[in-house]
């Protein structure tokens, strides 16, 4: 499986973006996807996840929303409302076959990943 993630940019303070991830593969719609997010010295951290339903991180819920399109193989991350300590690079990533026993915050769970989107907010 390989993912693909578009979308990033710079954007100020306040505006939007939308990220996307393509994956390829047959079985897109069993996948957990997931996305995280690394600042310049930080770790990465949990931001979004799809499968049978969705999880948001408190840092962004409220303005961060996670979908996908079954169809086009790809999920998505909504960005609204961006603030400076959105900066990062953000990275998709992708479980093979749901389970809703599995804690999907953690990268661990994640069997593939992109190669991650820069996004860079400004004041």
């Known amino acids: 499986v390989q993912l693909q993630a578009s979308g990033g940019g710079l954007v100020q303070a306040g505006g939007s973006l939308r990220l996307s991830c393509a994956a390829s593969g047959r079985t897109f719609s069993n996948y957990a996807m997931g996305w995280f997010r690394q600042a310049p010295g930080k770790e990465r951290d949990f931001v979004a996840w799809?499968?049978?339903?969705?999880y948001i991180a408190d840092s962004v819920k409220g303005r961060f929303t996670i979908s996908r399109d079954n169809a086009k193989n790809t999920a998505y991350l909504q960005m609204n409302s961006l603030k400076l300590e959105d900066t990062a690079v953000y990275y998709c990533?992708?479980?093979?076959?749901?389970?809703?026993?599995?804690?999907?915050?953690?990268?661990?769970?994640?069997?593939?990943w992109g190669q991650g989107t820069l996004v860079t907010v400004s004041s």
């Open positions: 990533a992708a479980a093979r076959a749901y389970s809703r026993y599995s804690d999907y915050t953690s990268s661990g769970q994640y069997d593939y």
């Open positions: 799809s499968g049978g339903s969705t």
